[in-house]
């Protein structure tokens, strides 16, 4: 079926939240797609930093496929072989001295660490939160309540919980809105939906001397960050500063939906039995994914590679001089193109022209999240064929 003949169906089909995509993906194999009509990309997305270790991996599929034919569900009412060493993989990768839950996403994530930090709230007479402006957390009611992202929140609101909203990246202003009242700080490493904003250096160590001088829960959300997108198996290595609480999920399934909610030392221990559960959470054929995952990025050297080709492709980036192009921002395989202008959806679609998958994450931003196993000659591949890409996009706009 042609690429036109499925954007039709799924418009006729689909709530229309999302649109029409402008792509019908038909399969793939390494860091490359095909459509629906036969023609190839270098996708530099990964079903939004997703997809850790490319297409059609083999160590996925044989994960995959080995557990489906094994045992593909089991509720919470069993347990299973893969969802405990899963979760002590994780414990062991991140000090050893915690408590998993598994989700299937990571809004569900953040809704568990949520729960957890509302439970110890009310435990400790603790009353509001803190997030970032321009945050994001996820879109089901609780993780949208943390999400500072007016266009997405407000026309939800209100919410049930305190939110105060703090400028990203500020220590000074963070400082002064936790008190021994709030009952948790949620930020991420690097504001993923933002563009790909990284603070200044230090903030996260900021954040966590913060919560420990008033007893504010730590919330790292990773949803994005983690499982060696920044060179690192979690952003938060990168300054030492370990949260109370971690949300996971995208690249750690490679693919399959899972999600993860890690809290460390006496605060595993806040939840009681029936306080939160998930039907699929913890999914055998999730949990086998996650370990083929892990173990194919520790095998292959996959966070030496996240670093090393993440400054190949920034260093290609920073070497043009072209009118629409600002700079790049980011670390690993997570960097966004940064424009000087509001043109991010016109060079998305000039890239797609060009044989290359980018995001228009901001009206000035690109996001870059390609697989893992990206290599230097791909990244090379597109940072040569930028310049004529913004040139074409610089047409389309002038012509509009």
Same mark, same amino acid.
Request: charged fraction near 20%.
């Given at each position: #079926? ?7 169906? +799924?418009?006729?089909? +689909? #709530? ?12 793939? /194999? ?31 599929? /044989?994960?995959?496929? $080995?557990? $489906? ?63 970032? /402006? ?6 089901? #009611? ?13 026309? +939800? ?18 400082? $002064? ?23 200044? @250096? ?66 595993? @221990?806040?939840? %009681?039995?029936? @306080? ?69 959806? %016109? ?17 000035? %931003? ?27 996009? $610089? ?6």
């Amino acid at each position: #079926m042609s690429g036109d003949d499925l954007r039709k169906r +799924f418009e006729a089909a +689909f #709530m229309p939240n999302y649109g029409v995509p402008p792509v019908a993906l038909a399969r793939g /194999e390494g860091c490359r797609v095909w459509d629906a009509d036969g023609r190839e990309y270098l996708d530099l997305i990964a079903g939004i930093a997703v997809s850790s270790l490319g297409h059609a991996h083999p160590a996925l599929v /044989e994960a995959v496929a $080995a557990q $489906a034919a094994t045992l593909a569900h089991t509720s919470n009412l069993f347990l299973h072989e893969p969802e405990v060493l899963l979760a002590e993989r994780l414990l062991g990768l991140l000090g050893g001295d915690g408590r998993v839950f598994l989700a299937n996403s990571g809004t569900e994530a953040n809704e568990a660490a949520l729960k957890l930090a509302i439970k110890y709230g009310k435990a400790n007479g603790r009353t509001y939160f803190v997030a970032a /402006e321009n945050g994001f957390h996820g879109r089901s #009611m609780g993780a949208l309540s943390l999400t500072g992202k007016n266009a997405i929140r407000e026309p +939800f609101g209100p919410f049930a919980i305190d939110v105060r909203f703090v400028p990203y990246g500020d220590a000074d202003a963070l400082e $002064a809105a936790v008190d021994e009242r709030c009952a948790a700080v949620f930020l991420e490493p690097a504001q993923g939906e933002a563009g790909v904003v990284p603070p200044p @250096d230090g903030y996260f160590a900021a954040a966590r001397r913060i919560c420990d001088a008033t007893g504010a829960l730590f919330v790292a959300d990773e949803i994005q960050s983690a499982i060696g997108r920044t060179g690192a198996w979690f952003a938060f290595q990168h300054e030492d500063a370990r949260p109370d609480v971690l949300t996971l999920a995208k690249g750690l399934g490679g693919g399959l939906p899972i999600g993860a909610c890690v809290a460390f030392g006496d605060h595993g @221990d806040i939840f %009681a039995k029936g @306080d939160h559960g998930s039907t699929f959470g913890g999914n055998p054929v999730s949990a086998a994914a996650a370990l083929a995952v892990l173990d194919t990025i520790d095998k292959d050297g996959l966070l030496a590679n996240a670093a090393e080709v993440g400054e190949t492709l920034a260093a290609g980036l920073e070497a043009i001089d072209h009118p629409l192009l600002k700079g790049v921002r980011g670390r690993g395989l997570w960097r966004a193109a940064v424009l000087t202008g509001p043109h991010a959806p %016109a060079v998305e679609a000039a890239a797609r022209d060009a044989g290359f998958l980018i995001n228009a994450l901001q009206p000035d %931003a690109l996001r870059l999240a390609p697989p893992l196993t990206l290599t230097a000659a791909q990244a090379r591949s597109f940072t040569a064929a930028f310049p004529t890409i913004l040139d074409a996009a $610089a047409s389309a706009v002038k012509e509009s």
